[in-house]
């Protein structure tokens, strides 16, 4: 089993910036990505970004392609999403995941942490 634990969330204006963090524990040595999703109020929870574990190979929703940057750190065991130019619609309970499938990786999740962007 892995335990991922996300950080960082919180109130911001638009045009801000906000770091998640997202630490993994257990049994990491079989991920093979992590990724962040999100889901927003009456919405579906939907792919934000992927990152390879082994390569850093990363891939991205086209909602946040250059604003958002998925890294890791493997000696910490810790993934981040660094958010820039936030927008309103950027408003939701961010999740990380962490699995075997590179592009959507979804075995074990987090517990979720709220960012809300205020206009």
């Known amino acids: 089993q892995v335990q991922l634990v996300e950080s960082g969330g919180g109130l911001v204006q638009a045009g801000g910036s906000l770091r998640l963090s997202c630490a993994a524990s257990?049994?990491?040595?079989?991920?093979?990505?992590m990724g962040w999703y999100r889901q927003a109020p009456g919405k579906d929870r939907e792919f934000v970004a992927t990152i390879s574990w082994n390569t850093g190979n990363t891939h991205y929703a086209d909602s946040v392609k250059g604003r958002f940057t998925i890294s890791r750190d493997n000696a910490k065991n810790t993934g981040y999403l660094q958010m820039n130019s936030l927008k309103p619609e950027d408003t939701a309970v961010y999740y990380c995941a962490a699995g075997s499938s590179w592009l959507r990786p979804r075995d074990y999740w987090g517990q979720g942490t709220q960012v809300t962007v205020s206009s």
């Open positions: 257990g049994r990491t040595f079989g991920i093979v990505a």
